[in-house]
């Protein structure tokens, strides 16, 4: 098994382990309503909505050839070496997914999720603001989904940004969106080159950058297996060589897409 860096062990996504077959993770799509009434009147009922969230095992794999040299040279064993990478590269695609998925065979992860809120900053894009900052917490306190492991995740690149643009024109010198505190409205912030900074947005090509900010309790992690690793020294034994194969499978999913809401055009150069 791996434990993600960004989504399971900073900001508290829910792991689901030892699945088997597809998964309904139940969801309260509408609340129960209330209401006061006279005496001896009945309330009309509130029965609340269930909804479910679907997940299904999807395969993240990848595979290394080691000649026959390279094994019996290398201390510590090269094997071993492979395995720790590959199993650390397979924990980081799984956490890249979970924030931006939708390619092929991919699960949709929380931009793609339809429904959560959304944050422009202009046609062709712009540079952070201390206005979407604010507006991002707003968009999930106004959908009163303002509960669970609030916070905030970005990359590098818009953590740089923010550290240099003022929340406003005028001022105090140094009165920066995100100073030493490394917080927003009191709120963490999480920086990784897993969130996007190669989106488009108008006539900014591939140079806009990603903001989420959200009750991550609500990304459900579910795992089928663990690292499976075949061993193969069959189809290259011609050449002595060994092949290693690794598979895991997984799902990502949002259970409200309401506990999110993401800037999808920060510029940052």
């Known amino acids: 098994d791996w434990s993600s860096d960004v989504c399971s062990s900073d900001l508290g996504a829910r792991m689901l382990t030892g699945l088997q077959g597809n998964v309904a993770v139940p969801k309260l799509s509408t609340k129960t309503t209330v209401a006061f009434v006279s ?3 009945a309330p009309t009922e509130g029965a609340p909505v269930f909804g479910q969230l679907l997940m299904q095992p999807k395969t993240v794999a990848g595979y290394v050839d080691i000649s026959r040299r390279m094994m019996i040279q290398s201390d510590p064993s090269v094997e071993a070496v492979l395995r720790s990478d590959i199993i650390n590269q397979i924990a980081a695609k799984i956490d890249e997914v979970a924030i931006k998925g939708g390619g092929s065979n991919e699960p949709t992860g929380i931009l793609g999720t339809s429904g959560i809120g959304a944050v422009a900053i202009g046609t062709n894009g712009g ?4 206005a979407s900052v604010v507006a991002l917490e707003r968009a999930v306190a106004v959908a ?3 509960t669970g492991n609030l916070g905030y995740l970005t990359n590098p690149k818009v953590i740089a940004k923010l550290r ?3 929340r406003q024109s005028s001022g105090v010198e140094g009165n920066f969106i995100l100073n030493d505190s490394n917080k927003l409205l009191g709120y963490s912030v999480t920086a990784t080159n897993l969130v996007p900074s190669t989106l488009t947005k108008g006539t900014s090509s591939g140079v806009c950058s990603a903001m989420i900010f959200g009750n991550f309790n609500d990304v459900m992690i579910g795992m089928w297996s663990g690292v499976d690793v075949i061993v193969d020294t069959a189809s290259l034994s011609t050449s ?3 092949s290693l194969a690794f598979f895991q499978d997984v799902d990502v999913g949002v259970r ?3 506990s999110f809401a993401a800037v999808q055009d920060y510029t940052t150069t």
């Open 39 to 41: 005496e001896t009147n």
């Open 127 to 130: 540079a952070p603001t201390w």
């Open 256 to 258: 409200h897409a309401e």
């Open 144 to 146: 009163n989904a303002a």
């Open 164 to 166: 240099a643009t003022a």
């Open 240 to 242: 002595g060589s060994t």
